[in-house]
């Protein structure tokens, strides 16, 4: 028997022949979301329990054979799909789903790693009660995904990233051990948090299986607004106003410029927009109202207050449900539209709110300088300081050979902004490979070799998701 086999035959005693795959159409685990990398695996193995999980951990450990864990595949830098050699393992934990229980009067929940967000959502909200990590693949993408890469999506504002939803963590290691860390504590002092380590790993340092989640009361009223704001300081201005208002109420502040909802007016035209083309659209959330009513109070007194400073120059407010997810449903539809207008250099960058306006006007002009004609499709969660500043070619040049000529380029410009602000080049979407070479040149030394050291401790011959977050050698 070839040693492949073997480490095939140990995969199917662990989990058994119908979870075991190695022929037939694998793509939807070896092509990533973007299809930017094609990989090819040796096996993609679906494990049903944590049990099983440490068993094919140790089948590959025993065998020297890497392992790529992988939830819905809907990631955005390539960190989740194995590499094109055909000889790493790709561990999907989508059979792993169950809803392990919930603890409605200490506001918890424990799932599965492979949890489909929504089905979380819809778990807690049975029980009358919250979840509110919430972004646009959340009908396929996986708590475990979510908590690997600390997903943040448009609640951060007032409930912050997944990080600060989860309070325990179940994780099999490099070794095939299993940690029970599931607890529900929100107070826990003894010793380093490991948890902590795990959450926005991107599966190199252990295996996440299953999470104990914080939950909230449902609020009693939802309100969304719309508002055309004349430039990004005005965005920072109306959010200001907004916090001062609706203080802890303000649940979300989205902000989208012209060209993107303009793709989703060209690629959607049947999703209505109620406000004519703005140079920039606020979308706004509020929770937490006894009432409809008085939400609708408050958003209406917040909208005239900001019309008076010349912060808004028109605004709606969603007057049902269904209005309020059409609104959203806008929003939502830019990574799409954008997709179908075309590949682009998406950037997923952080900077502190009060410097957002200077950097926005500083980077598109330096790109306009340097590539004449370029689109820039700038949206994001500016009510935690995140944009999605992604670049469209210009009208008439073929979007895959920008992308193949300038990426490297105009990477150049806008993590140069980024840094120059005092931000980030990761908000979100996390490393992967798209971004591992530039975390090189970005992170201090320092911060890499305490990154490589704990990468060492925890999985020292780099058999998980190597070439991750981390070059390996």
């Known amino acids: 028997m070839s040693l492949n086999g073997g480490l095939v035959w140990a995969l199917t005693q662990a989990v058994g022949p119908a979870h075991v795959l190695t022929d037939g159409d694998l793509s939807a685990f ?3 979301w973007r299809k930017r990398w094609f990989g090819k695996a040796l096996a993609v193995v679906r494990p049903g329990s944590t049990a099983e999980v440490a068993a094919v951990v140790q089948a590959c450990k025993a065998h020297g054979t890497c392992l790529v864990p992988q939830g819905g595949n809907t990631g955005l830098v390539g960190a989740s799909g194995p590499d094109a050699s055909g000889t790493q393992v790709v561990l ?11 603890d409605a009067a200490n506001l918890t929940m424990t799932v599965d790693a492979g949890c489909v967000l929504q089905a979380v959502q819809e778990a807690a909200a049975a029980q009358g009660l919250l979840f509110p990590l919430s972004l646009a693949a959340e009908g396929s993408c996986t708590i475990g995904g979510n908590l690997a890469t600390n997903a943040g999506g448009t609640q951060v504002l007032r409930f912050g990233n997944a990080r600060e939803l989860c309070l325990g963590l179940e994780v099999v290691t490099a070794d095939g051990d299993v940690w029970d860390g599931l607890s529900g504590l929100r107070k ?13 790993s991107e599966g190199t340092l252990g295996i996440i299986t299953g999470a104990t989640l914080k939950l909230y009361p449902q609020p009693a009223a939802v309100t969304t607004a719309l508002a055309a704001v004349p430039s990004m300081g005005s965005a920072v201005g109306l959010l200001q106003l907004a916090q001062a208002r609706l203080g802890p109420g303000l649940t ?9 909802l303009g793709l989703v007016r060209k690629h959607f035209p049947q999703l209505p927009q109620p406000l004519p083309p703005a140079p920039w659209t606020v979308l706004l959330e509020q929770s937490d109202c006894e009432s409809a009513e008085h939400a609708t109070a408050l958003f209406e007194a917040l909208l005239e207050a900001a019309l008076e400073r010349g912060l808004i120059t028109d605004a709606a407010v969603a007057a049902s449900t269904q209005q309020s ?4 449903h806008l929003r939502e539809s830019i990574p799409l539209a954008q997709s179908l207008e075309g590949l682009n250099i998406k950037h997923d960058i952080s900077v502190p709110v009060s410097k957002i306006p200077a950097f926005v006007a500083a980077t598109d002009a330096a790109l306009e300088r340097a590539f004449p004609g370029v689109r820039l499709v700038d949206f994001g969660h500016l009510g935690d300081g995140n944009l999605h500043y992604n670049v469209q070619a210009p009208m008439g040049q073929a979007a895959a050979d920008f992308l193949r000529d300038c990426e490297k380029a105009v990477n150049a410009i806008v993590y140069d902004a980024v840094c120059a602000q005092g931000g980030s080049i990761s908000a979100e979407h996390g490393i992967g490979m798209l971004k591992r070479d530039e975390l090189v040149k970005r992170k201090s030394p320092v911060a890499l070799q305490m990154m490589r050291a704990i990468k060492q401790a925890l999985d020292p011959a780099g058999r998980l998701n190597p070439g991750r977050v981390l070059q390996t050698d």
Request: avoid cysteine; charge should be negative; glycine fraction near 16%.
């Open 252 to 260: 979300g502040f989205e902000v989208m410029g012209e060209f993107a």
């Open 325 to 328: 997810n059409n609104l959203w």
């Open 188 to 200: 826990d002092n003894t010793g380093y948090d490991l948890r902590d380590l795990f959450i926005g």
């Open 30 to 32: 070896e092509v990533d």
């Open 92 to 102: 999907s934990l989508g059979r792993m789903n169950r809803v392990r229980g919930i």
